[in-house]
Nanobody
Framework: QMQLVESGGGLVQAGGSLRLTCAAS????????IGWFRQAPGKEREGVSC??????????AYADSVKGRFTVSRGNDKSTVYLQMNSLKPEDTAVYYC??????????????????????WGQGTQVTVSS
């Protein structure tokens, strides 16, 4: 059992930026891939991005809808993961969740992970983008 905590959500105008943080204690965090997901009311849960375990070769993946705008990265201590969101659009409005699982990271895996909701998940943080 490990606790994941998301933070950094808020209200921002279209074109603005936010930086989300996913944090968990324990060195075992480094053995997991970390994924970012979002869900808007009445819509399916969507995989946004993931980053490979720090014990593996560096690798990231992104949904087509956020490529070029969002960037996922690990903190220096390997227990924190960030999601930098730039050029935000109203359609980015959703509750954003982070999750961890002993899995690889890739575009197809991200899709399946979103559907299965495997692993440990945080409570989410609200991101609202106004037009």
């Amino acid at each position: 059992q490990m606790q994941l905590v998301e933070s950094g959500g808020g209200l921002v105008q279209a074109g603005g930026s936010l930086r989300l943080t996913c944090a968990a204690s324990g060195r075992t965090f480094s053995a997991y891939a970390i994924g970012w997901f979002r869900q808007a009311p009445g819509k399916e849960r969507e995989g946004v991005s993931c980053i490979s375990s720090s014990r593996s070769d560096a690798g990231t993946a992104y949904a087509d809808s956020v490529k070029g705008r969002f960037t996922v990265s690990r903190g220096n201590d390997k227990s924190t993961v960030y999601l930098q969101m730039n050029s935000l659009k109203p359609e980015d409005t959703a509750v954003y969740y982070c999750a961890r699982e002993r899995t690889a990271c890739g575009e197809q895996i991200l899709v399946l992970w979103a559907l299965s909701r495997l692993g440990d998940w945080g409570q989410g943080t609200q991101v609202t983008v106004s037009s």
